[in-house]
């Protein structure tokens, strides 16, 4: 008796927590949003200031950028996220999808050599070398030319990555390919492939793990893990001949370097990269991440109203310009002023019912 | 409390006679719900994997490369092979330690030191496996690499299972935290069968003259051999189906060799790393997955039940 009393009450105190919390917390309003895991922390934290600024939610759901892209072509989203462009065949299951790069995210290859601190001189050509496993040893010639002042010792090199897929690994193998198409072939690069060596793990957070626990080890993380795990990362080599050491500042540059390149937003943007970008300062393994938006609001059906459709495009605004200053401090790369404009000029391009909206 | 009196009322209300068989109908339902839930959850499996069915065929079993980037090609050999040397070999290493603690808790253990230990090894039982995999990772997987693993090649080397370089992240590692993981299921499990047994079934061996030993191998492990068996299956149903804590030990690698050092890949911990990112034909393939691991299960568990009746039709000729 006491237990059926107890669990009646139990289960009427969760549905009146589940009722109040949604009545309570739900504003006039709500966007959501689904897509990649990668700028969740980000579109988090403008969520949680934006609901206080103006009372519209912004509800995102980090189920991968495939799964992102499925459901703004279902239309059962306001908007998606996404690590990479659509491809050609995806944009033609959901035409009229603006490109609005939201901020970028910035690949390192980070290692774990016992006395060798960050900073050790690597090139894409070496890095294919090693993830195809034809250099096994740290103390090869190809990696011991490029640094000649660090004495490096007999180890063995285990090679680790992402056994999830991943943008990460999207960007890492499209820069490998990049570096050298003979040896890194367009079969390798995907957001998940069938790897030549090394173990696999989970996430990022998986990856930064393994590198720490395993001496010799080497993998590829995105930067804000390496930053907050104070990993050791290597330095690469950009066209113009530096090496350059992955952070804020040398992702942004790259940005910078490669905004005059880029598409009209509703064009195709399938074979955007900013890998190798041009500039001095350039850190060469960046990419953009994407929200992907309707030019034409009215596709997504009778859920979005014309106020919403407003609010949409004022978040949106509001993410690209002021939403930036919240990046530095989760270690993602603020937008250069170049791509605020660009993605400016896609959200003045969005209509409702052929209205503009800002 | 309302809603109760208002139930009771209701009972009350009712003729006598339409209880019993109301009671039987609802039980019935429920019953006859859970085989329909199963027929419809493979039946949606199957839909659900019918492009990949069709596109790959009986090869999706023998292939052994899983590659998502076009021309997409998927075979689950190297899958099917990692879930079944874990799993095995988490018996191998988990069986033995459960019996020893069951056989001790039921047997040998002092009162007092009884409960409490029975109660801890059951809360292990309810440990998640995320909590496991994380010490798997930053407690088991360095121990396997500096000293298990050595110490383990060191002796036994010269066999092809022990070749390699040990990194501490690789089937062997995988088949050990499957092993803790499986032992709370298969101690508490045998406990009660062992518990089971009547008493003076061992007072009747102790009279003859049996030793402490003699007595729990005639008297004890013999009749409770169907439970202990079931133990093991269940067991068995968990190391198959783990997905969490193999991910983070195993090395995820889709390759079949026959070195426990070298890294592999299981059915359930493979669809949960490419579920978010899969396109729509990886989707389908990853569905098919699903549909072998619980065909295996399926094979398993008869193979398993086929075999507690044949031991224990001998059991009954040798008695």
Request: charged share 10%.
């Amino acid at each position: 008796m006491l237990i059926a009393v107890g669990a009646i009450v139990v289960v009427a105190v969760v549905l009146l927590y589940g009722a109040f919390a949604g009545w309570f917390g739900g504003g006039p309003i709500t966007l959501v949003g689904a897509g990649a895991t990668f700028p969740f922390p980000l579109i988090s934290k403008w969520s949680s200031v934006y609901v206080n600024r103006t009372g519209v939610r912004v509800n995102y759901q980090a189920i991968g950028s495939g799964g992102g892209i499925a459901q703004i072509t279902a239309r059962t989203v306001d908007f998606a996220g996404s690590d990479a462009p659509l491809s050609p065949t995806e944009r033609a299951a959901a035409p009229g999808l603006l490109h609005v790069p939201e901020t970028i995210g910035a690949v390192t290859a980070a290692y774990n050599l016992p006395g060798i601190s960050t900073g050790l001189n690597l090139t894409g050509p070496v890095l294919v070398e090693i993830f195809r496993g034809n250099v096994t040893m740290w103390s090869d010639p190809s990696i011991a030319n490029l640094n000649s002042a660090v004495p490096l010792p007999a180890q063995a090199i285990s090679v680790v990555h992402r056994s999830d897929g991943s943008g990460t690994t999207f960007v890492w193998t499209n820069y490998l390919h990049r570096a050298n198409a003979g040896g890194w072939g367009t079969s390798l690069v995907g957001k998940s492939i069938s790897w030549p060596v090394g173990s696999g793990q989970l996430g990022n957070s998986g990856v930064a793990a393994y590198i720490i626990q395993h001496p010799g080890a080497i993998g590829y993380v995105e930067l804000a893990y390496t930053v907050q795990n104070s990993m050791t990362v290597a330095k690469v080599r950009n066209p113009a001949g530096s090496f350059i050491l992955p952070s804020l500042n040398s992702t942004a540059a790259a940005a910078e370097g490669a905004a005059p390149s880029l598409p009209a937003p509703d064009a195709d943007w399938s074979q955007v990269s900013i890998l190798d970008a041009p500039g001095p300062d350039s850190y060469p393994i960046s990419s953009f991440t994407y929200l992907l938006v309707y030019k034409e609001l009215t596709v997504i059906g009778s859920s979005m109203t014309q106020t919403k459709a407003k609010a949409l495009v004022d978040f949106l605004w509001w993410a690209v310009h002021d939403g930036q200053n919240y990046s530095a401090d989760l270690v993602y790369v603020p937008l250069a002023q170049a791509v605020v404009d660009i993605d400016a000029f896609a959200l003045q391009s969005i209509r409702y019912n052929g209205q503009p909206l800002r | 409390m309302l809603s109760l009196r208002i139930v009771r009322r209701i009972a009350r209300g009712l003729p006598r006679s339409l209880g019993d068989p109301l009671f039987k109908g609802l039980s019935a339902v429920v019953a006859i719900g859970v085989v329909a839930l199963l027929g419809i959850i493979t039946l949606v499996l199957a839909f659900a994997a019918e492009p990949s069915i069709r596109r790959f065929g009986p090869s999706f079993l023998a292939g052994g490369v899983w590659n998502p980037v076009p021309p997409e090609v998927f075979g689950a050999a190297p899958f099917v092979y990692g879930t079944l040397v874990t799993s095995a070999l988490a018996l191998l290493i988990g069986v033995p330690i459960s019996l020893g603690i069951a056989i001790f808790l039921s047997e040998l253990a002092p009162a007092w030191l009884r409960i409490p230990l029975t109660y801890i090894v059951e809360l292990l039982a309810a440990v998640p496996s995320v909590v496991y995999g994380l010490w798997g990772i930053f407690v088991l997987d360095p121990t396997m690499r500096s000293v298990i693993e050595p110490a383990v090649q060191a002796t036994l080397g010269f066999l092809p299972i022990f070749q390699g370089t040990p990194i501490g992240s690789d089937k062997f590692a995988a088949g050990v935290i499957l092993a803790v993981m499986v032992v709370p299921t298969i101690s508490a499990v045998s406990r009660e069968a062992l518990l089971a047994v009547l008493a003076n079934q061992r007072e009747a061996a102790l009279s003859l003259g049996a030793t402490r030993w003699e007595t729990t191998r005639l008297a004890v492990l013999r009749y409770a051999r169907a439970g202990i068996f079931g133990a093991i299956i269940l067991g068995l149903g968990r190391a198959v189906g783990e997905t969490m804590a193999v991910t983070m030990m195993i090395g995820n690698r889709n390759a079949i060799s026959v070195s426990l050092f070298d890294q592999g890949q299981t059915i359930a911990s493979w669809i949960a790393n490419n579920f978010t990112e899969a396109g729509p034909l990886e989707l389908s393939a990853l569905i098919e997955l699903g549909l072998v691991l619980m065909l295996m299960s399926l094979l398993i568990n008869v193979f398993a039940r086929l075999m507690v009746r044949r031991v224990l039709r001998r059991g009954e000729g040798a008695a």
